[in-house]
């Protein structure tokens, strides 16, 4: 059943453009994306947040931040928290491996992030994925599965509800910036397992509802394999998202995908 589940194209300008052009890319991201069906989200650096968004007042393209710090507020010099961004952001990519790999982030910090966006009204998008040695030791599903477990124990300890309007985005460490994607029958059954993991952790009722994207050197040639997986809502594309035809090829394509799963 996926009638119910949006389909999402998220951008990632990751360390990319400054505030000058970032008004004008999204302006034309826009443009060249304006297709029924797809919720379509930019996240660029922070302090291109505000320029974003004046770009997009017109149109329905949500932006979205890169992080967010797990505290509200505090002694912790460069950084930026959840209600900081409140005007700015509705959405907020969390545990983006890049962090993992250069932050050393780990997931019990990522679970409270999650807590943080839930507390100040941000969508997250949590990112899982496994590096290239484990998914060769066949320890894939393992690694993805502990990610989101521990994740979750750190709502579990603080007592909280995991955020309702939660995204997953599935993104093999591999494939990132690489050139190489997955294959969309391994990320098809790695969605099915992320949200069996989440059905194991109390959200029974709605973890058939929570959003499961693919991410990994989408390009607009490569985003068929995966809308073509029912069990695949969308997509988190990195470098592609910096390019206005690239964004228009993946986006035109998913509309494919919400037409079709529209009328099912
Ligand atoms: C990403 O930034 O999450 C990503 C998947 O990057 P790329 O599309 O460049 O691989």
Redesign the pocket.
Known sequence: MTASRPVIVCG?W?MNTTPADAAMLAIEVARATEVPGVVRVICPPFVSLHAVGNALRDTDVAVGVQDVHAEPFGAYTGEISAPMVAGLATWAIIG?SERRRDQGEDDELIGRKLLRCAEFGLRPILCVGEQLAERQAGNAERTVRRQLERTLAEIDRASAEPPANLVIAY?PVW???TGLTARGSDASSMAQLIRDTLAGHGITESAADVPVLY????TSAAIDEFLAEPDIDGA?????SLKVDEMAGIVARAGLTAAARQTA
């Open positions: 990632n990751k983006h993104e494939a990132i910036g991410g990994g050197s989408v988190l594309v990195g470098g592609a």
